[in-house]
Structure formats: structure tokens, C-alpha cells
T-cell receptor, first 112, second 114 residues
Framework: QKEVEQDPGPLSVPEGAIVSLNCTYS??????FMWYRQYSRKGPELLMY????GNKEDGRFTAQVDKSSKYISLFIRDSQPSDSATYLC????????????FGSGTRLSIRP | NAGVTQTPKFRVLKTGQSMTLLCAQD?????MYWYRQDPGMGLRLIHY???????AKGEVPDGYNVSRLKKQNFLLGLESAAPSQTSVYFC?????????????FGPGTRLTVL
């Protein structure tokens, strides 16, 4: 069983919809949680970073962590075609980039 | 300001051949990383460096070697390529090694080993 599970999609929604992307994990030691966005044929870029449980909002993006359920989510409001990309969740038990475990990514397509 | 660049962008090798992937960054970052990305597997850390002249093993180091002779460059070598090393390779750099510090990724190198 993988430490981090992520539905590969693809997920296709109409423009303006609210998108929910999710990951589950098995290691209760994970404390630092990240979401990366990766456009086709490009490298990933850090979108959101959250420490421990709770919510964090940045513009149209909200990251949510539920450590009791070992479940994290990324919500995208008012989705735009430019949001079409693969979204990778990532997490680590320590504040150390060399210990980050990445999910396999969910491919998202926003239909105009 | 180019950020992180990778050379080459594409490469096809035959089993047993060797090659070196070059990563260069112009942000004066101390930390550099090599990842591989495979379908259904996510990104996995191969090797990383915490400064000029240093290297350390990541999650999947076997079959790879690295060198950081200059602060701005991080080289990944495959001495005897195998089909299992077919992957997309990403280099990244950051100013700090903490998880919350942004890693800047290069555009990737697509390697096929026949």
C-alpha cells in the first residue's frame, strides 16, 4: 500500500465550478502538507503549504487537512480553464524537503 | 533570470549506455534535488545536495550518481542505463531545506532506455 493515495482522474468540470481534489495517507506522523500544480510538459510548482490540521485560503484556493481521518483536500472556487493541470499532493513528517512524499497526481480539466 | 534549466530535454539511450543530465540554477540556491516521475508513482527523490561539494541519497538512489562541483550546477549520471530508468527527470532548487520553502523545478528531461 502506498503511503499517499491520490485518485489519478481525469476529472473534467465546467468553468466556474467548485473543484475538490483529495488525498489520503497512512502515516500518522505526517505534519506538513503541500499541493503542487503541474502543467503539461512542465515541472511542478508549489501552490499551497499547510502545517498540521486546519484550513488555509489563498485567493480561489483552499487547502484543508483532517489529520484524524488522514485526509487532505484542495478546493478551487470559480475554476478557470487555466486551472487545467495535474495537481500533486505532498507531505512529510519533518520540515525537510528531502523527506517529502508525493502523491501520483490528479489530472484536472476545466471545460470552457 | 532563467531559474532552473535542464539539459538535454529529451534523450533515447540503449541499455548499457551512459549519460549525464545537467541541471543549472541562477538563483544562488544552496539546495538542489534530482527527482524522477513515473506514471502512477508520483515524484521520487533520487539524490540531493545541501551545498557545493555535498551530495546525499534520496529514496531511489540505486543506478545513479551525482556531483555538485559548482554551486549552480547539479549533475545526474547514469553509468549503465537500464529500461527501468525510463522516466521523466526533474531537477529542483531551493534556498532552504525546510519543507515550506519553495522548490523551483526545471522543465524536465524525458529519458527513454531501450
Amino acid at each position: 500500500q502506498k503511503e499517499v493515495e491520490q485518485d489519478p482522474g481525469p476529472l473534467s468540470v465546467p468553468e466556474g465550478a467548485i473543484v475538490s481534489l483529495n488525498c489520503t495517507y497512512s502515516n500518522s506522523a505526517f505534519q506538513y502538507f503541500m499541493w503542487y500544480r503541474q502543467y503539461s510538459r512542465k515541472g511542478p510548482e508549489l501552490l499551497m503549504y499547510t502545517y498540521s490540521s486546519g484550513n488555509k485560503e489563498d485567493g480561489r484556493f483552499t487547502a484543508q487537512v483532517d489529520k484524524s481521518s488522514k485526509y487532505i483536500s484542495l478546493f478551487i472556487r470559480d475554476s478557470q480553464p487555466s486551472d487545467s493541470a495535474t495537481y500533486l499532493c505532498a507531505m512529510t513528517p519533518y520540515s525537510s524537503a528531502s523527506k517529502i512524499i508525493f502523491g501520483s497526481g490528479t489530472r484536472l480539466s476545466i471545460r470552457p | 533570470n532563467a531559474g532552473v534549466t535542464q539539459t538535454p530535454k529529451f534523450r533515447v539511450l540503449k541499455t548499457g549506455q551512459s549519460m549525464t543530465l545537467l541541471c543549472a540554477q541562477d538563483m544562488n540556491h544552496e539546495y538542489m534535488y534530482w527527482y524522477r516521475q513515473d506514471p502512477g508513482m508520483g515524484l521520487r527523490l533520487i539524490h540531493y545536495s545541501v551545498g557545493e561539494g555535498t551530495t546525499a541519497k534520496g529514496e531511489v538512489p540505486d543506478g545513479y550518481n551525482v556531483s555538485r562541483l559548482k554551486k549552480q550546477n547539479f549533475l545526474l549520471g547514469l553509468e549503465s542505463a537500464a529500461p527501468s530508468q525510463t522516466s521523466v527527470y526533474f531537477c529542483a532548487s531551493s534556498s532552504d531545506e525546510v519543507a515550506e520553502d519553495t522548490q523551483y523545478f526545471g522543465p524536465g528531461t524525458r529519458l527513454t532506455v531501450l
